[in-house]
């Protein structure tokens, strides 16, 4: 079943960003240079917290600045019809069940019969899994960078935008049923941080949210900075917002 609906001020949104000025895009990379150097600060293992907090603000900075880029979103349950279409024609078995949204939460899976155990449910095809192996043939551009070679869950973040910003993807009718919200300590507020004091948790998630910093900085520097296939293609529309 769905996810419940999370609070806005901590749940992420499906965007198509729009060009920045060159002025606006400068003032980024300059962020992006503080983040890479704060984020690889040796005494943030000491001073986690302060770390955090200088990171965050200008995390803040970043947001202000591609804000620009943002536009409104549709909701998912339009793209069910599309979805499903898309899957028949890939060869996806489904029968028995439908895509519905259910009150108070996203969508979810509905049954509509009984199944006994250990009845198919779904059977999907592999070729319609994404991956890096069945999707964005143009990360092959980025196949020495060492974030792609050593971090399987980047490579196939680098990969969903690339065919997101593509034109004509073949994986549009998925990608546009993915959530369009959802919760991690990445939307977590100051104040809500500091609720996970004295807790083990603390440190893990002060660590993610630096790791991602890092992460989104690395790229922007990267993307705008070469001028390789993905480059090219996500110089112009890759945001903070996107990438987390």
Same mark, same amino acid.
């Given at each position: ?5 999370? &609070? ?11 060009? =920045? ?31 955090? #907090?200088?990171?965050?603000? !200008? ?24 979805? =499903?279409?898309? =899957? ?11 895509? !519905? ?19 198919? #449910? ?27 070679? &050593? ?13 997101? &910003? ?41 660590? &993610? ?27 112009? !529309? ?7």
């Amino acid at each position: 079943m769905g996810r419940k609906k999370a &609070h806005p001020s901590k749940c992420k949104q499906n965007t198509q960003p729009k060009k =920045l000025s060159s002025t606006k895009k400068n003032e980024i990379l300059i962020q992006c240079d503080k983040l890479l150097r704060l984020c690889s600060d040796p005494e943030y293992s000491t001073q986690l917290w302060e770390n955090y #907090l200088e990171i965050t603000a !200008v995390l803040e900075k970043v947001k202000r600045l591609e804000d620009m880029k943002i536009s409104g979103t549709s909701k998912r349950s339009v793209a069910i019809e599309q979805f =499903l279409k898309w =899957l028949q024609e890939n060869g996806a078995n489904y029968e028995g069940t439908s895509i !519905v949204e259910f009150p108070g939460y996203e969508l979810g899976l509905k049954a509509g019969k009984n199944f006994s155990a250990n009845d198919l #449910l779904l059977q999907i095809p592999g070729k319609i899994i994404f991956s890096c192996e069945t999707a964005a043939p143009e990360l092959a551009a980025l196949q020495n960078d060492p974030l792609i070679q &050593h971090m399987p869950q980047v490579a196939l973040a680098i990969a969903l935008l690339i065919e997101r &910003h593509k034109d004509n993807s073949k994986w549009k009718p998925y990608l546009n049923i993915l959530p369009s919200n959802y919760c991690t300590v990445l939307y977590m507020t100051t104040n809500d941080m500091i609720e996970l004091k004295g807790s083990p948790t603390l440190e893990v998630a002060l660590k &993610h949210c630096r790791n991602i910093a890092r992460q989104y900085s690395y790229f922007n520097q990267l993307f705008n900075n070469n001028s390789n296939p993905v480059s090219e293609l996500l110089r112009e !529309v890759f945001t903070y917002e996107e990438y987390w």
